[in-house]
């Protein structure tokens, strides 16, 4: 696995439009299929949106890194923020028949991503999500429980 990029930024919503360019554009130069890029995209922006909300709780000074790593045709990335530990048996989407805004960034995350996996930092202090895709391999993407991949 090789490490493409290491990115810093302070837990504002204003980072994220700056960081989805980036995610595009570094996808598309890994060879990520047109048909997966949006949803990458999609579920890095919940991913640290997640991060914003939940970890920080709205606090706009706090860091959150995200890594880019390859292996082959596999994307990788790491969200890590440095926020208390969390249950990880707590990180679940809402009810999908509770209509209502918001509330969906982890479901969005596991029906667009191949595998997610949420871990404590072993340091002691943060916590880290893994999320992967592989990048030329066309898939059905949608947040719909009917057309899940």
Not at 103 to 120: A, F
Request: charged share 30%.
């Amino acid at each position: 696995m090789i490490r493409l990029e290491r990115i810093h930024l302070l837990s504002r919503a204003d980072k994220l439009k700056p960081l989805r360019h980036f995610v595009r554009d570094l996808a598309e130069k890994q060879g990520c299929c047109p048909e997966n890029l949006d949803c990458m995209v999609m579920a890095i922006n919940e991913g640290c949106m997640n991060v914003m909300q939940h970890a920080y709780h709205e606090q706009d000074s706090e860091e959150i890194i995200v890594e880019f790593w390859k292996d082959k045709e596999e994307f990788l990335v790491k969200i890590f923020d440095f926020a208390e530990g969390v249950d990880l048996d707590s990180i679940h989407s809402r009810d999908l028949d509770d209509i209502r805004p918001g509330g969906l960034g982890v479901h969005i995350i596991n029906q667009v991503m191949d595998s997610v996996e949420y871990k404590n930092n072993p340091s002691g202090t943060g916590n880290i999500l893994e999320m992967r895709k592989q990048l030329n391999n066309p898939v059905v993407c949608c947040i719909d429980e009917q057309c899940k991949k």
